[in-house]
């Protein structure tokens, strides 16, 4: 399981013109799932990404986490984080979980997200997006786990 965080002081999903999803000062989450991902990974992956210190404290260090700042979370599905782009000039997707079972991890990902912390909003599975946003620093990590 990858996940692609990047802080924002702004970000929005948009499907077929329509806003599916917004955040002010949060993270945009894209998440890519692997073959072997389950909901134990899952877990190990939200644990991580909501105490992860990406926000300045006081002192003007990266000392605070998305729930220290109050921050929205928006949970985009990208199935590309899970290429193999080690050989060629073409990505490969061998590694990425099938669509029915990404799905259901998906969603599952976005309850349990939903439980943990208050300003939740989320891309459609599987659907063609557009996604804006203003990032700020620009701050951005690759969580792997």
Known sequence: MKALLQRVVHAEVDVDGECM???EQGLLVFLGLDLNDDRATADRMLDKLLAYRMFSDE???MNNSVADVGGGVLLISQFTL???TRKGLRPGFSTAMEPAQARALYDYIL???RQLHPKVAAGVFGADMQVSLTNDGP???LLKI
């Open 21 to 23: 999803g917004r955040i």
């Open 139 to 141: 701050v951005t990590f």
């Open 111 to 113: 309850q349990r997200l």
């Open 59 to 61: 002192c003007d260090k």
């Open 82 to 84: 899970s290429a193999d």
